[in-house]
DNA sequence: GTCTATACGCTGATAGAC
DNA sequence: GTCTATCAGCGTATAGAC
């Protein structure tokens, strides 16, 4: 294979990858049926036209991000389960790394996107199935069995754990929002979201 | 004034209440861009043509809620203000009546659309202007000096105020994006969220 | 691979009949 | 007051030049 075909694929990719990074700002900030496809151009520094060359709809860029976004998120529950320690440990470790994700990197995006594509109608239904299709693979059910864990051990209240982990994902996209609407607005550490779960410490006067 | 005149007033008040009911479930599911005239019109059952008489604009509908939205959150935090009670007590009660309405009521809808207008870039800045152009008058900011009273009195844990304030209210709107993606999604009780503001308790053996 | 020019469909908004 | 018919503008997606 000569060396101009790697070199096209290498440019192939890098386009991708342009496009993609440029398109999860563009659909965090306006929505999936807001944005345009000459935005996502724009914010990339090219021609609407080439989008299409590397796509083949909007629809198709969104729904790669949704994956992309869902894979990342399940990832972090998996890590948190191999990081050594007992459950408060894994959750706090897990929260610290997703709330600076949202606080510097790109991590914010995915997780609005993540949002829009669950909560808007106006996506198409089977955007929706990417996330939602199996309901094993979504985070909140992927942390029920570390909070089930830290119950057992008596580390973490006697809730029903779905609740628990509805009320902490609530936790993680109500921080996103917040910080998409509010550049400078400060976010908790993870300890103080820690709080929800904890039993009662007992305080030595 | 003969009778006829006023039965018309009714009915003017009637149809722009039936209107923004419909355009608020609308709004909030799709979002003020995805929002079609012919959606809302579909949900009232009337004409789009009918719309136009009673309002100017899609982006005047939009601006109505909002504002509706802004009014009804900050009278939930005087309220909780008059309250008798302690701080936390205060909070309590006004965590309640909010996850009561987002269990129940319309307020669910009126906490997406406050979501979408200060989050998204979709909506026009002058709606934004709406909410955010006066801080002091944001429910966030509102909230603020019960949380300081509740710190003085030593019942409420020695965080930033604002800090504290941001975390409350990312919570809350994000139950109300979980609670519509999820219906029968299961909510917390306020005092299990009260948990995060709480200097921890003093437990007897 | 990259761009510009263009077609087609959809939606917000208006006009005018009833 | 209420509806239907219609226009104008915009945005996705395509075709074809370079």
Known sequence: MPRDENKNLEIRDARKEQILSAAAKVFARRGMVAAKISDIAKEAQLSHGLV???????????????????????EVVNEANQYNGTPIQKLTWMTETILRSI?????????????QASTSDAVPAEVRDVLMGDNANSPVFATIPIIIEGQNEGEIVKEDPVKLAVT????????????????????????LIMNVFQTKQEVTK
């Open 52 to 74: 299409y060359h590397y796509f083949e709809s909007k629809e198709q860029i969104f729904v790669t991000l949704v994956k992309k976004a869902s894979d990342k998120s399940i």
């Open 103 to 115: 606080a510097t990197g790109e991590g914010i995006y995915l997780y609005l996107i993540m949002i």
């Open 168 to 191: 902490y994902y609530a936790f993680i996209q109500g921080l996103a929002i917040n910080k998409i609407q509010w550049k400078e607005c400060p976010l908790p550490e993870a300890k």
